[in-house]
C-alpha cells in the first residue's frame, strides 16, 4: 500500500479518511483467510471427536482447551502474517515495506482531522463491554464510543469526528481513556495511537521504526498495521 500524506495539523499523523479507505478491502481477505484456517480447525476437531476411543474419549476441558487455541489464533493470525518476514530477517531492506504505512502503538492521543479520527485498544482478555471516552485539550469529556463486546487482542476503530451533542468537534488533539469490563468486572485495557512509520534505523539488535517525532520503535512494540 501507498505512502499516507499527513495532514498539516498533525505532520507524523496519517490522514483518517485515506486509512479507512483500506481498511475495507484488507478486512475483507483477513476474514476469508480466518474463516479457512477455522474451518480446517473444526475439521480436525471433528475428526478427532469422531474417532476417538470410546472407553477414553476426550473431556471437556480438552475440547474447551483446543477451542481456546482456536480463538487465539484467529485473534493474532493477521499480525502474524505482517510481520513473520519481517521478524525473520528484521533487516533494513525487508522493513522498508512498512515506511509511510499508519501504525497503532501504545499511547492514549488522538489526532482529530476533518476527516476523522482512528485509535485503538488493546484488550487482554475478552470483554462484554468496551468504552473509549474522548477528552478535549481542557480535559472535559467530548464523547463516549461504545464499541460493544470485543476479544482479546488489537482493535481498531473510528471516531467520525462529532460529539455527544452532536456537534462537529474540532480538529486537534484529544485524549483517548478506555473502560472495558467482563459480567460487571475490570478488564485490564490499552489505548492505542495512530502514528506513522517515517524510516527504518539500525538499532543494536537490528533494524527498528522511526515514528516521526514519536520516537524510535521496536517491531514488538507496533500493535497493528493499519495502511
Known sequence: MSAIS???TAPTTPRADAILAR????QSSSASATDEM???????LTTQL???????????AEVTSQLAQMSTVQGIENLNKLFKQFLETNSVSELSALVGRGVLIEG?????????GVGGVELTQPADQVVVTLFDANGLPVRKLDLGALEAGTHNFVWDGRADDGQV?????YRMVVEAKSNGDPV?????QLAQVTAVVRGPNGADLQLGSEGVYRLDEIKQ???
Not at 481498511?23 to 484488507?26: P, T, V
Not at 468537534?169 to 488533539?173: F, K, N, W
Open 6 to 8: 499527513a495532514p498539516s
Open 23 to 26: 481498511l475495507g478491502g484488507r
Open 38 to 44: 477455522q474451518n480446517r480447525f473444526l475439521t480436525l
Open 50 to 60: 469422531k474417532n476417538q476411543d470410546p472407553l477414553n474419549p476426550m473431556d471437556n
Open 108 to 116: 492514549e492521543r488522538m489526532a482529530l482531522t476533518q476527516a476523522g
Open 169 to 173: 468537534a474540532a480538529p486537534g488533539t
Open 188 to 192: 485490564p485495557a490499552k489505548t492505542l
Open 225 to 227: 498495521v493499519l495502511s
